[in-house]
């Protein structure tokens, strides 16, 4: 099963929609937005999103099945957000994937220290942070305000330097 992972742009935003309601609608416990509130987005909105943050594409045997993004947090720093992967090719590698690239994204941009968050009950979604060097920050918050799901950080931070021993 070939995977490959590639930036979306602008011209992907029907594509981007689709996959982004279907995230939402296969987990809504998991992402900070509501179905409802992006099925109602405008195109305009759907291509200022995609304009305003790098979104990567993961396709396997040619079919789109996952979603991650990469957005700047701040100065030396950047956050995953939106990680999806499609029920029918979960357990195949594709998050690995994702992180990957988008890891590989932020160190390509000098930032590398990355910020997440997993929502409570994914051991699954932990355990593919903690192989990609993420760790607990002990930081919670709830998934949406007045909800009582809850979510946790994870930093991968940048790795040390001038020492000659850096590990990832």
Request: hydrophobic residues 40%.
């Amino acid at each position: 099963m070939p995977v490959s992972v590639r930036p979306m742009t602008v011209d992907d935003c029907d594509l981007y929609r689709e996959l982004r309601l279907n995230a939402l609608a296969d987990a809504p416990r998991a992402f900070g937005s509501t179905y409802a509130r992006e099925a109602a987005f405008t195109a305009e909105q759907w291509r200022e999103r995609l304009a305003a943050r790098s979104t990567l594409l993961a396709e396997a045997d040619g079919k789109p099945c996952g979603l991650a993004a990469v957005i700047p947090e701040g100065p030396g720093r950047s956050e995953l957000v939106s990680m999806w992967v499609a029920p029918d090719a979960r357990g195949r590698g594709i998050g690995g994937h994702l992180v990957r690239a988008a890891l590989e994204l932020a160190d390509a941009r000098g930032v590398p220290e990355v910020r997440l968050w997993v929502v409570e009950g994914n051991p699954a979604a932990e355990r593919l942070y903690t192989r990609h060097g993420f760790a607990f920050t002990g930081e919670v918050q709830p998934v949406r305000e007045g909800e009582p799901t809850r979510e946790y950080a994870m930093l991968r931070p940048a790795p040390a330097t001038g020492t000659g021993t850096e590990e990832r």
